[in-house]
């Protein structure tokens, strides 16, 4: 085994001169926007090849189609049917809690997924609408205009912030900006589906309990409140059909969870749900306490909605928040539930590919009387579990849509709401991950306060404020990140060259006379102060202690980028330093680093016989420097500790 | 020297029981709130020593007074008395600048620096009023209440404006914020000063023109809209004053950076200007062209102006916004300059001390009124260059502003608009620093946009907007340092254990069958995503060019932290390789990530025979499972190499 000795061939810092500035900005760019390589596929391509490839990457439906067989066809079949038989009873329950004609439901399920067949990259992703922004977009749009005074104009708007939707997801997906998704942490995205599962299922009492007048807020304590305050209302007929339809529900689910064989039990039992009570309100329609339905649902497919959308600058704040809100979410949950399906398979999805397809599904479907879609994560599991094998899954839906649409949904008029209520809580009550929190809170606790903020905020604020709230504090922990970077006190583990943080290995010793300090994350302006103080604070504790410093060496092996704050910051503790008579010297920068330190004169400043490849040679320098006498005690000491 | 031999005597990775939440809790806040560790020196005293430090620590004038000598006072004499002399023209044009009567520019030299003698913790600060403050006061007041309409509200409304910046710089002190400052970066600053100077000389074109009818705007295009369409108004006797004051005060400028001994003649020269300029105007006042003076400057100490202080709801939201900015903006430049001039001379700044002294002096000065105050460059610099030893100087300069506030202020009357113009002007012209900004352009692009987005944005926009974008930038690049962290595939250097970057060093190269990639900055969700697709797109390369990968070593040298996402990151990255029969090690986990990997459990899932202390370790611990034909082939390439 060769081993290092620096007497005998000393390995050197390359002080080669710093990269072009076109070079570092190029290669950037591609670690910012194209950390995937998507383009890796074409670089050994003929011209005919390269526009096949291309057209390929863009419409992954060229890709899979040339190879589709019957077998695959069998597959999709079946899962395509049962996710139908959700999608029927999901849309409808959907578009109430968006306060939009129920029909609108079905028809989100029809165009999108053809669309979303033709475009998506994913295999597993089934197209549908969710609960979490429906109840967004009620609640932004009917702040500005009442669902029930204006539901015309109230649906216009609906569309329209589906288009916005639509145009700001493929805008990102064009600008390769997937890397916003990427700052919606995953506790953050706990919290905020167990806060709106939570404040859904409330909302659901109104249904349950047969309530007809309620509040539009959607805060814990408006909707008890107005829960309680209307008690005179609560029909107990409504009740016990609606607890009979939950329970039915939570069983199947239950069942389909500990005989994973057995999904499409779960799968199935929504539309068991609506059927049966369908049935029920038939055959009681004439009754003194006839159950409340959906009602009106034509025949025929989606109508033309271009003309409807609504840009009046009276309306467009709205609409925008609701939209660029909505499309957020609606991204980080049909992305990460694509990408999570597939690392199970081990195949990839291209994030930024997936926006450009849930883009042009929504601006399609917002033509077409459909408001936003994504890949809803109940729809896109089902999906999986009834073995699709390629997007056509969602091709055979929209299929079945269709035909439901030219020729069954009026037998849907007799849909009971408190059906729809059960569909819903039983779909949001599986959205609460109690073990998650538990696990985020037992592995970071700063990860369960996002998580928690996020969870209250949704709960007793409003749903954009917690979001938000949660964002802002991970984005606050991103910067605190930034802004203090574990720094630490290096030592030398006994019989080896390595060192190692002293705090981490109580064995290590620092070399006497001797600080050696490894600095972690950028050195920039956000830290520069922070980092000049900790290495004084160091150097005076070891001072306090009775020990000379004579020598600083700073481990620059986890500074990965420098600003011009951060040279500036270095230059001054080399400044602080020589005036208390203390060497520095430089371990292992990095090519970024090393580069601007040139560029900044730095290497000048400091000498370029103060830097080093490894800190077993800094050490060995600020002996040939120091007392010959020390060195000796401190090799005798170490072996006697041997 | 002892060398790391791992068959011989291994050294392990400690896999001791993670800290309690507790040590971690405490150890964290020490690091974000007291990097500078101010309780240091009470460690070891008796409860007396103890009170009598506390007492030194909060009212510093305690530590210096006792110590205090006649030798001193003579140097602070002389430095109060330079600066008392730049205090008042200051005073009176930035008070112009501010909109408001001069005298109250002169009762805020009083006040504040009485406090700031008590309460301050530097020996240069010398305090005063700043341009950039004054106009921006001027510019978000004015925008809700005009100062000529109700000078008297608009006048209460800018003491309210200092109260507010007062509590809130006090607060942040106590809060220990100082970090907050941390983010207002060199660049930031340096392309606002640049755009206010900008600003701030072209409405001076107003004072040295002699036009009366004006813009309230700040902006270059409607400033130099205005001076044009006034051509009618233009004078030119005013236009030649206050060239030759311009001229003189230049040069005066230049001579004293030519030799730094004469730096007296730049302080002197704003009184000289003056100084002529009132007895131009005294000789002048009965001609045609008379020139337009300061007018109304009455004997007598600052009056009482706490029952002043305006909260009403109408006018709460600009003084909050004025106050809010101008006191961060103040601090930057009080404590920026504090510390650059503490470190020439080898001492220290307490960040968050002096900015509940800056606090106080604001609270107080609002209530005898004062506006607002901090530590102002040329000021401070003078009070430097003077040789000034304590904050005696600025009780030097509260006494001789007491004097001309009770004997001489009427003299000031006649000070010409126009020689004001002149001083503010060639202040600013000091302030556009074209060197700093082609430094920036030179070692960091992105900094040089930084500051350009600053000094356009203030220049063309307004200030705060331009403030804000280019805060937003910097912030924007501290996510994206975090977003993408420098990730690098590490090779070993010929003859050494070491590995390094392969692109850094040519030379390095990877053992066969083996990817070791080094990752920096902390693993977590903004950057989970990158991360895998990094560490599999080098897989897919490193396949592309015909060397299959068995083993990914990922030295974690440099991730100083982790959080739930990212250990989900590394446990999927895991799986997939497990998937591909690729085997995966970590290398030097840092304390904290350690910490987490075993809560988390991801220690056992990956095993604890796969974590190691060194990349040498986990190289030779690969190639045992390795077939060992390939390990010699390696070597024996490697022994030709050398």
Same mark, same amino acid.
């Given at each position: ?12 810092? #390359?002080?080669? *001169? ?25 670089? %050994? ?26 077998? =695959? ?125 939570i404040i859904?299922?409330l909302q ?11 509040t539009?807020k959607t805060d814990v304590v408006s909707v008890l409140h107005a829960v309680f305050k #209307?008690? %005179? ?9 609606? =607890? ?44 003194? /306490? ?49 990408? *999570? ?36 994560? *109940?729809?896109?599991?089902? #999906?999986? #579990? ?7 899954? %969602? ?61 209250f905020?949704v709960a007793f604020i409003s =749903? ?5 709230? *949660? ?52 050195? /920039? ?62 371990? %292992? ?33 600020? /002996? ?19």
């Open positions: 085994m060769p081993t290092h000795n620096s007497s005998m061939n000393p390995s050197q810092v #390359n002080f080669n *001169s710093p990269r072009k500035f076109g070079t570092t900005l190029k290669s950037k760019c591609k670690e910012t926007f194209f950390p995937d390589d998507p383009f890796r596929q074409f670089k %050994n391509e003929k011209p005919l090849g390269k526009a096949k490839k291309t057209l390929q990457y863009f419409v992954p439906i060229f890709e899979w189609l040339p190879q589709y067989n019957l077998k =695959m066809f069998r597959f999709d079949l079946l899962a395509g049917i049962t996710i139908t038989t959700l999608a029927i009873p999901q849309g409808i329950s959907y578009a109430k809690l968006a306060e939009i004609p129920p029909i609108i439901g079905l028809y989100s399920s029809f165009v999108p997924a053809l669309v979303y067949a033709i475009l998506g990259s994913s295999k597993h992703v089934a197209v549908g609408t969710v609960a979490a922004c429906s109840l967004l977009i009620a609640d932004t749009i009917g702040s500005k205009v009442s669902s029930k005074d204006d539901p015309t104009l109230y649906l216009h708007l609906v569309f329209t912030a589906a288009f916005i939707t639509g145009v700001f997801q493929a805008a990102l997906g064009f600008l390769r900006l997937g890397i916003l998704v990427d700052f919606l942490s995953h506790s953050t995205i706990t919290g905020f589906m167990g806060g709106t599962a859904i299922c659901q009492l109104k249904g349950l309990l047969g309530v007809s007048h309620f539009t #209307n008690r %005179n209302e609560w029909k107990w007929e409504t009740a016990v059909v609606g =607890m009979a339809f939950l329970v039915f529900l939570l069983f199947t689910r239950y069942l389909s969870q500990r005989k994973p064989k057995l999904f499409w039990v779960s799968a199935m039992a929504p539309m068991v749900v609506v059927v049966l009570g369908c049935l029920l309100a038939y055959f009681t329609r004439d009754r003194k /306490y006839s159950i409340q339905t959906v009602g009106n649902l034509h025949k025929g497919l989606n109508p033309i909605s271009i003309k409807y959308l609504n840009f009046d600058a009276e309306y467009l704040p709205s609409t925008l928040k609701a939209g660029i809100i909505t499309g957020v979410i609606a991204l980080a949950e049909g992305i990460a539930i694509g990408r *999570s399906f597939a690392i199970m398979n081990n195949e990839q999805v291209d994030g930024n590919k997936e926006m450009v397809a849930f883009g042009f599904m929504n601006i399609v479907g917002s033509c077409f009387s459909c408001y936003l879609t994504t890949g809803p994560f *109940s729809k896109t599991a089902v #999906n999986y #579990n009834s073995g699709c094998k390629t997007a056509a899954s %969602n091709l055979v839906m929209a299929i079945g849509m269709m035909l439901t649409l030219l020729f069954l949904a009026p037998l849907f008029s007799y849909t009971p709401l408190v059906a729809l209520s059960a569909i819903i809580m039983s779909a949001m009550l599986g959205l609460i991950k109690y073990e998650e929190a538990y696990h985020l809170f037992k592995v970071d606790k700063f990860d369960f306060c996002i998580c928690l903020a996020a969870f905020g =749903m954009d404020m917690g979001l938000m709230i *949660s964002v802002g504090l991970a984005l606050l922990r991103a910067l605190l990140y930034v802004a203090r970077p574990a720094a630490c006190k290096l030592g030398k583990l006994p019989d080896s060259t390595l060192y190692r943080d002293t705090e981490q290995y109580a064995e290590a010793s620092g070399p006497p006379g001797i600080l050696a300090i490894q600095l972690g994350s950028p050195i /920039y302006y956000a830290n520069g102060n922070y980092i000049r103080e900790r290495i004084l604070r160091w150097i005076r504790n070891d001072e306090g202690n009775g020990k000379a410093v004579k020598h600083v060496l700073l481990d620059l092996t986890g500074v990965t980028s420098i600003d011009t704050t951060g040279i500036e910051t270095l230059a001054e503790v080399l400044r602080m330093l020589e005036v208390k008579h203390i060497k520095m010297k430089i371990v %292992n920068p990095r090519l970024e680093v090393l580069e601007k330190m040139m560029k900044s004169k730095f290497v000048d400043k400091i000498g370029k016989e103060s830097i080093f490849l490894c800190m077993e040679d800094a050490v060995e320098a600020s /002996y040939d420097f120091s007392v010959t006498t020390e060195k000796q005690g401190f090799e005798e000491q170490r072996s006697g500790v041997a």
